[in-house]
C-alpha cells in the first residue's frame, strides 16, 4: 500500500471521487501544510493556520499508479486558481500535491508539465508541489461526507455534478 495526499478545494468533493476508483483502498479528509498541530476545522476554515483542506489516499500501486491518481487529480478540479474552487475562497482551498519522497516529487512536476503543454486552460497551473511533513486527520463528522449526506445542498450543487461527471469519464476505473 502506498499513500497520496492532495488538496484541490473541498475535501468532500476529494474523498467522493477517489473513493470511487479501483486501487483505492481507503481516504481519509484531512489537513496539511500548516503552522498548528492537530487543528480543528474552525482553525483551518479561518484561513491562518496555513492548512489546506486535503485528503490522504491509501492504494495498491499494483492496480492503480500515482501519476494516474494525478492525472485524475488534475481533471477533477481548477488548478490554476489560487486559492480558491469555485465558491470555496481562502488559502485552506489551494491546489497542492503534498510529496512523500524526491520520486513522487518528480513524477508530479512531470506531470504539472504534460498538462501545461496540452494548454486545457487558459491559465498557468498554480500547483503547489511541497513535502508532506504532517497530516492531521479531520473530525469524524467529515469523513465520508459526502456517503452519509448525498441530499445535504452542497452535496447536490456542488459535489454530485463532480463525482457525475468523475464516473462518466472514468467509468472503467471504478469499483463495481
Not at 500500500?1 to 474523498?15: H, I, N, R, S, V
Not at 482553525?43 to 483542506?53: I, K, P, Y
Not at 492503480?64 to 480558491?84: A, E, G, K, Y
Not at 504532517?134 to 459526502?146: L, S, T
Request: contains cysteine.
Amino acid at each position: 500500500m502506498k499513500t497520496a495526499t492532495l488538496g484541490g478545494g473541498c475535501f468532500w468533493c476529494l474523498e467522493a471521487v477517489f473513493s470511487d476508483l479501483k486501487g483505492v483502498e481507503n481516504v481519509i479528509s484531512g489537513y496539511a501544510g500548516g503552522l498548528l498541530a492537530n487543528p480543528s476545522y474552525q482553525q483551518v476554515c479561518s484561513g491562518r493556520s496555513g492548512h489546506a483542506e486535503v485528503i490522504q489516499i491509501q492504494y495498491n500501486s499494483l492496480v492503480i499508479s500515482f501519476q494516474d491518481l494525478l492525472r485524475i487529480f488534475f481533471v477533477i478540479h481548477n488548478p490554476t486558481t489560487l486559492n480558491r474552487q469555485g465558491g470555496d475562497v481562502g488559502p485552506q482551498y489551494r491546489s497542492v500535491i503534498f510529496y512523500g519522497d524526491p520520486e513522487e516529487k518528480t513524477i508530479s512536476e512531470e506531470i504539472i508539465m504534460e498538462f501545461e503543454s496540452k494548454k486545457i486552460w487558459n491559465t498557468p497551473i498554480v500547483t503547489e508541489v511541497v513535502p508532506l511533513e504532517h497530516f492531521y486527520p479531520a473530525e469524524a463528522y467529515h469523513q465520508k461526507y459526502f456517503q452519509r449526506n448525498s441530499d445535504q445542498p452542497y452535496c447536490v450543487a456542488v459535489i454530485e455534478p463532480k463525482v457525475s461527471k468523475f464516473r462518466k469519464q472514468y467509468f472503467d476505473r471504478l469499483k463495481k
